[in-house]
């Protein structure tokens, strides 16, 4: 919590110093002069999207073999798996689809001025998915080799491998829990990497900042307010659809479940971490009557396959950062990236700031300039407390759902 704390105090100083450096500059030189200042400071920016590009496909593949790995045997707990899998799969694509309709609705970044980079920019990461048709996608979805695909950063590739990999540990017992552990322990090490790379954030926050501020003054601020203001009104609304499933199942004691939650959702908002929070969600679900067995497995699944906040704000950012840039996302193309989401999402840890990391390879599988994430940095961890408590909800009232179907059959 502490580190927490001392990173976003320190992310905040960036943005104020690049607030100020930005302004100063503004105000101070031309304009041509101010864009090749901006060329040169938003460089910090780079360094921090790349050294997060470098980390994607060794935590996708671990973290989601680990995950589907950890079931144990098909056979035995298909039942809660199906039933687990049918609520997150459902979560997921409602959360994505919400996050898809208010994006377009409330269009926060549309009618703007504020970028941070040029598309050209981003050549070198979105070569050959400009034009992201369904064969294309086709193809891009199976591996002709794991090697290379890890090597261009194919996370679609890496996903499918991992997941049938996942499945083939899982079914021959005993004999993979060293594999098990070995992946375990490298999910482990790639995810303590994540929070180094994140005090690198700083820098890029005033890297981006300063150039942005620098080349259009504080016109920036008003794509904040838009954009903040949206999602928390997205993450209301979330909270309102899952709320009202969970009385539909649990009834009244849906507010027996919520005063259980009252601390871990506290720590997740404030650490904006939902792992932080999993020993003591363990152990309130428990006390509230769930089955410590459905605990045990459905609780630890859905933290691979059931971030709700993560779900919503991938697509809400995704199409955000195209709007920002003026790229035109037809329908068609938003769907089929909700379905890339539905997949690349699977298995990414709910620490801190994790969910950019799939957004930044979305942006770049789909033509949008991952440098795009810079913009919303800065204000990330205000979305990140809201989104981190949010899939502590969603976690709680899916392992409690599917304590009460078993309970059902018993």
Not at 255 to 270: D, E, G, Q
Not at 337 to 359: D, E, F, Q
Request: glycine share 8%; with cysteine; charged share 15%.
């Amino acid at each position: 919590m502490k580190s927490n704390t001392k990173l976003f105090i320190a992310i905040l100083a960036g943005l104020v110093l690049g607030v100020g450096l930005g302004y100063f500059v503004y105000k101070g030189y031309t304009k041509e002069e101010a864009k090749e200042f901006a060329t040169s400071i938003k460089l910090l920016g780079t360094i921090f999207i790349r050294m997060v590009q470098m980390i994607i496909a060794p935590l996708v593949f671990s973290t989601l073999v680990v995950g589907i790995a950890k079931m144990g045997d098909m056979k035995l707990v298909g039942r809660v798996g199906a039933k687990a899998m049918g609520w997150f799969l459902s979560a997921s694509l409602i959360s994505l689809l919400l996050g898809m309709v208010l994006v377009n609705w409330l269009a926060p970044g549309k009618d703007t001025k504020v970028t941070m980079e040029s598309v050209a920019s981003a050549d070198d990461l979105v070569q050959n998915v400009d034009s992201f048709s369904l064969e294309k996608f086709v193809t891009h979805v199976v591996p002709k080799s794991i090697v290379e695909a890890m090597a261009t950063n194919e996370i679609l590739q890496i996903v499918i491998f991992s997941i049938l990999f996942g499945i083939g540990l899982s079914s021959i017992g005993e004999i993979a829990k060293p594999v098990i552990r070995v992946l375990d322990t490298i999910s482990h090490a790639i995810l303590k990497m994540v929070s180094y790379i994140m005090w690198v954030a700083p820098f890029g926050v005033f890297g981006a900042v300063a150039a942005a501020v620098a080349v259009y003054g504080f016109d920036i601020w008003k794509l904040y307010a838009n954009y903040l203001a949206a999602f928390a009104f997205g993450i209301l609304l979330l909270w309102v659809l899952l709320l009202a499933v969970g009385y539909l199942i649990l009834g009244n004691r849906l507010w027996t479940l919520l005063k259980r939650l009252a601390s871990p959702l506290l720590i997740a908002f404030s650490t904006t971490s939902s792992e932080a929070v999993f020993p003591k969600l363990t152990e309130e679900l428990e006390r509230f009557g769930c089955d410590p067995k459905i605990v045990s497995f459905t609780l630890p699944l859905g933290y691979s396959f059931n971030l709700d906040g993560s779900m919503m704000y991938m697509t809400f950012a995704s199409i955000f950062i195209a709007q920002v840039y003026g790229i035109d996302m037809p329908i068609e193309k938003q769907l089929l990236m909700l379905l890339v989401l539905m997949l690349t999402s699977k298995g990414v840890a709910g620490v801190p700031r994790a969910s950019l990391i799939v957004v930044v390879a979305t942006c770049a599988m789909f033509g949008i300039p991952p440098e795009g994430i810079a913009l919303i940095l800065p204000i990330d961890h205000f979305c990140d407390m809201a989104r981190s408590m949010t899939n502590v909800l969603g976690n709680a009232l899916a392992t409690s759902a599917v304590d009460k179907w078993e309970a059902k059959n018993t």
